[in-house]
């Protein structure tokens, strides 16, 4: 809904549409209101009166549809490098795969949905991302082609747990919306496995067979006791496309709240770069590439230009070759500086050798490295998981 109010009632996580009567201003006329400083801008500049879209700002008071972010119900937990919480990631990461493998298998039983394992791995997710935004975002890339339906809402879970927290989210709203995730797929259990497990291009008949898990997901969660509204679009809109051309139920443009457009956003993203049977996963900045493509006409041009700015551009986990030749696997993404990262050098391709393991801060003032290009590991018969 696009409201127009005074500049006194604007507040933090708003998406401003129009700033009446200041076309010249120096600020831009677009986008969400992020920091106090924007606002302290807009009232030097004379603003009297802004035309915000309550279907995507972050506010509560500005929409029902998208709560504000909130303070965290449990203490923040204290920071852990990465070395420290990837042991504890990998325990988690191997966990929500058997719960999903559980929660898969007794839905397809006909059982109601258990909501209770997945609200306590929401809260471990979101633990592990504060400890350390890295680790579990570098296992995502580690992943089984035969095992994609159960890792595919693993990731996303992961990205939109990373997203959310970017955008500010964090207490119950960022509970409930890595809860939606981790179920947002859970309507593929109904698919046929012949169509589901397919090695190759589905007919039409087959893709829109396909393509009901969507309506199956939100039909499923709709049902589960003690689901919330938040979850429940999370889930429900991961096919939804601005333009109306997704499903299931061809939302478009306000329709689509802003946990929808965030989570279509991670589910394309998390389907380019993962490896299937049939489909050898991309590199991060092709995934980046095709995301910024589908804006803004299928996704939300301010969203995905965030989820980059939340990712990185060699996001950790991903490997990359550097101006001196050696190869080296991200550790931790530079907000300042996307393009140099924290890597740690681990091989030499010309005499294939493996280094001694050694951490650069690529931003730092004496390093003169710096990365040419994504590379992917399974050209040098490398395996990512020796190097986490």
Known sequence: MIKSLSVNQVTLGMYVVDIPGHSLMAIRQ?????TPELLTLLKKQGVKTVVVDTSRSLSRTASSTAAKP???ANPTPAKASLKEEMPRARKLYNQARQMQQRMMHDVKLGKQLDLAPVEQMADQFINS????????NCLRLIKDKDDYLLEH?????????LF????????????????????????????PSEILNKPG???DEEFA???????HSRDIIKETPGISPISLDVAAMHHEKLDGSGYPDGLRDEEITTYGRMIAICDIYDAITADRIYHRGAPPTVALKRLLEMTPKMLDRELVQQFIQCIGVYPPGSMVELSNGLLAVVQEVNEEKPL?????????????????ATVVDLSGPYCNEKIVRAVSPRDYRLDLDNYL
């Open 153 to 161: 809402s693993i990731g996303v879970a992961i990205l939109m747990t």
């Open 340 to 356: 140099k990262p924290i890597v740690k050098v681990v091989y030499n391709p010309t005499s294939r050798t493996h280094v001694m």
């Open 164 to 191: 959310a927290r970017q955008l500010g989210y964090s207490g119950g709203v960022l509970h409930k919306i890595c809860v939606g995730s981790l179920l947002h797929d859970i309507g593929k259990v109904m698919i």
């Open 129 to 136: 991302v504060f400890r350390n935004a890295s680790a579990l």
């Open 30 to 34: 677009q986008g969400f209101i992020r």
């Open 201 to 203: 291009k589905l007919t």
């Open 70 to 72: 909130t303070a965290p």
């Open 209 to 215: 067979v396909m393509k009901s898990h969507a309506a």
